[in-house]
């Protein structure tokens, strides 16, 4: 065959598989069985491009506002801390998507930076729209029940399975989602901020009046009395909860903070073409028989325009494993229970959710250098083959003690009933054969590279430029045979 005839043989294949895949599926219609919506094969073209260009309602941008100024003054400013060098941007870097620029699973602070954390530390970025915790399908419906009271319904509700061809139905499930943490505990940045400022594993800032005190001589003050009021300077207390809210209003108005210019945003818009490479790994992202991420990871605008946040805010007790790398971990009898505690408290009796944690936002996940509430993995390849292996050929996740496959080893035994087995592809068996191969993984690391924010302010990557460059990268970690 000649060489010019081989992408319109490539084309003519691709077209017959989508008129195949729509046949059967009529097909099942017509025998009764349950109605599957279209897959997104047959939603993006075979030069990448995006065949339904979306006008998104993205976040204004607007001259920053006095108080959200001196909210990134104190962002960057290392004295609050125990150490006189720590700031917020130590660990929430705006170079790294306002995350850690190294690559420890946890950050290392307190008063001579030698205390390390318990927690990976997650990026600041994507939280304006994130909704209060709750536990239901819609917060606002939910603003007059208490939490209690919902946690009653969640127990009497039966759960629908989650995939990226049904997410509609599955967000009616009465699970808990929203707030901030990777356990959700506050619901707002200021409340957020209030956490490491005083934590003595982070900032270790000590007391109120020691940070008022720090605030109060800061070459700065005179802008918290010019905005607060001159009193506010000898008020400990109220000084420092309008530091918190200034942190918060920098969060909020910066665009720097949600910027929605990555490749795939400019593909929503029909300003860009996906690679081979990385079409294909959209399409596999989205498949349930294949990586299913879009379950959880929401890829679809809403339905008022907002661009997705590439999360559903919902938890998750996915069992990965224990981190040794954590101190903590050494005490046997240590766990992190996400909802359930330690450092969360009101739900603690709610056993239920004990092994909860946050899904985060998949925006920028390529840069992130490591994964999961407990940092375990710092390669998308290796978070990739735990979603792969953990259920089929457990002994490549987990250790092997006296011939045993110690699978989900950071849990005790008696929750482990809560990790979830029905989701794709953790409703796999053991023997049987993974969702995603080798090719389908690399092809969804080189869609989730789509995600990283700059993209039209940097000149485009090799793997945009040379699409042959793309198939080549990340390999799957080399896990025990």
Same mark, same amino acid.
């Given at each position: 065959?000649?060489?010019?005839?081989?992408?319109?043989?490539?084309?003519?294949?691709?077209?017959?598989?989508?008129? *195949?895949?729509?046949?059967?599926?009529?097909?099942?219609?017509?025998?009764?069985?349950?109605?599957?919506?279209?897959?997104?094969? *047959?939603?993006?073209?075979?030069?990448?491009?995006?065949?339904?260009?979306?006008?998104?309602?993205?976040?204004?941008?607007?001259?920053?506002?006095?108080?959200?100024?001196?909210?990134?003054?104190?962002?960057? =400013?290392?004295?609050?801390?125990?150490?006189?060098?720590?700031?917020?941007?130590?660990?929430?870097?705006?170079?790294?998507?306002?995350?850690?620029?190294?690559?420890?699973?946890?950050?290392?602070?307190?008063?001579?930076?030698?205390?390390?954390?318990?927690?990976?530390?997650?990026?600041?970025?994507?939280?304006?729209?994130? +909704?209060?915790?709750?536990?239901?399908?819609?917060?606002?419906?939910? &603003?007059?029940?208490?939490?209690?009271?919902?946690?009653?319904?969640?127990?009497?509700?039966?759960?629908?399975?989650?995939?990226?061809?049904?997410? +509609?139905?599955?967000?009616?499930?009465?699970?808990? +989602?929203?707030?901030?943490?990777?356990?959700? @505990? *506050?619901?707002?940045?200021?409340? $957020?901020?209030?956490?490491?400022?005083?934590?003595?594993?982070?900032?270790?800032?000590?007391?109120?009046?020691?940070?008022?005190?720090? %605030?109060?001589?800061?070459?700065?003050?005179?802008?918290?009395?010019?905005?607060?009021?001159?009193?506010?300077?000898?008020?400990?207390?109220?000084?420092?909860?309008?530091?918190?809210? #200034?942190?918060?209003?920098?969060?909020?108005?910066?665009?720097?903070?949600?910027?929605?210019?990555?490749?795939?945003?400019?593909?929503?818009?029909?300003?860009?073409?996906?690679?081979?490479? $990385?079409?294909?790994?959209?399409?596999?992202?989205?498949?349930?028989?294949?990586? =299913?991420?879009?379950?959880?990871?929401?890829?679809?605008?809403?339905?008022?325009?907002?661009?997705?946040?590439? /999360?559903?805010? $919902? !938890?998750?007790? %996915?069992?990965?494993?224990?981190?040794? #790398?954590?101190?903590?971990?050494?005490?046997?009898? !240590?766990?992190?229970?996400?909802?359930?505690?330690?450092?969360?408290?009101?739900?603690?009796?709610?056993?239920?959710?004990?092994?909860?944690?946050?899904?985060?936002?998949?925006?920028?996940?390529?840069?992130?250098?490591?994964?999961?509430?407990?940092?375990?993995?710092?390669?998308?390849?290796?978070?990739?083959?735990?979603?792969? !292996?953990?259920?089929?050929?457990?002994?490549?996740?987990?250790?092997?003690? =006296?011939?045993?496959? &110690?699978?989900?080893?950071?849990?005790?035994?008696?929750?482990?009933?809560?990790?979830? @087995? /029905?989701?794709?592809?953790?409703?796999?068996?053991?023997? &049987?054969?993974?969702?995603?191969?080798?090719?389908?993984?690399? =092809?969804?690391?080189?869609?989730?590279? /789509?995600?990283?924010?700059?993209?039209?302010?940097?000149?485009?990557?090799?793997?945009?430029?040379?699409?042959?460059?793309?198939?080549? +990268?990340?390999?799957?970690?080399?896990?025990?045979?």
């Amino acid at each position: 065959m000649p060489r010019r005839a081989l992408p319109v043989a490539a084309a003519l294949l691709a077209l017959a598989a989508c008129a *195949v895949w729509l046949a059967a599926h009529a097909a099942a219609g017509v025998a009764g069985a349950p109605a599957v919506a279209p897959a997104p094969a *047959v939603l993006v073209l075979l030069d990448g491009a995006n065949p339904h260009p979306v006008r998104l309602k993205l976040p204004p941008r607007h001259p920053l506002s006095a108080v959200a100024r001196l909210g990134r003054v104190l962002f960057q =400013d290392p004295a609050l801390s125990g150490s006189g060098r720590m700031s917020c941007a130590s660990c929430h870097d705006p170079h790294d998507a306002y995350a850690p620029a190294n690559s420890l699973s946890v950050q290392l602070g307190g008063g001579a930076l030698n205390r390390p954390g318990v927690r990976a530390v997650p990026s600041l970025e994507y939280l304006y729209r994130q +909704q209060n915790f709750s536990i239901g399908p819609d917060n606002e419906e939910n &603003e007059t029940v208490t939490l209690q009271q919902l946690v009653a319904l969640g127990i009497r509700a039966v759960r629908v399975r989650k995939t990226a061809h049904d997410t +509609q139905a599955s967000g009616a499930n009465l699970v808990p +989602q929203g707030g901030l943490f990777w356990d959700g @505990r *506050v619901d707002t940045l200021q409340q $957020q901020a209030d956490g490491p400022l005083f934590n003595p594993l982070e900032m270790d800032g000590g007391s109120v009046a020691t940070v008022a005190r720090k %605030l109060r001589h800061s070459a700065y003050a005179k802008q918290f009395a010019l905005l607060f009021g001159p009193a506010v300077l000898h008020q400990p207390r109220l000084l420092v909860s309008e530091a918190l809210f #200034a942190l918060a209003r920098y969060q909020i108005e910066d665009p720097s903070f949600h910027p929605f210019d990555s490749k795939f945003d400019a593909w929503l818009q029909g300003r860009a073409r996906f690679t081979p490479a $990385q079409r294909r790994g959209y399409i596999d992202f989205n498949d349930p028989r294949k990586g =299913d991420c879009a379950a959880c990871h929401l890829d679809q605008p809403g339905p008022d325009g907002l661009p997705p946040l590439f /999360t559903d805010t $919902q !938890y998750e007790a %996915l069992g990965v494993p224990r981190n040794p #790398a954590i101190p903590a971990n050494r005490d046997p009898r !240590y766990f992190d229970l996400g909802i359930c505690g330690p450092y969360r408290h009101d739900l603690a009796k709610q056993t239920r959710y004990c092994g909860m944690f946050l899904t985060p936002t998949l925006r920028n996940a390529a840069t992130r250098h490591a994964f999961f509430h407990n940092g375990v993995y710092h390669t998308l390849a290796q978070v990739l083959a735990f979603y792969d !292996y953990r259920d089929t050929r457990p002994w490549k996740i987990y250790p092997t003690v =006296d011939g045993h496959v &110690e699978k989900f080893n950071d849990l005790p035994a008696r929750y482990r009933a809560n990790v979830d @087995r /029905t989701d794709p592809p953790f409703n796999r068996h053991l023997g &049987e054969a993974p969702a995603m191969s080798r090719r389908d993984m690399r =092809d969804i690391i080189a869609f989730l590279k /789509t995600l990283d924010d700059g993209w039209h302010r940097r000149p485009p990557r090799v793997a945009d430029r040379n699409v042959s460059a793309t198939t080549q +990268q990340h390999s799957p970690p080399r896990l025990s045979p």
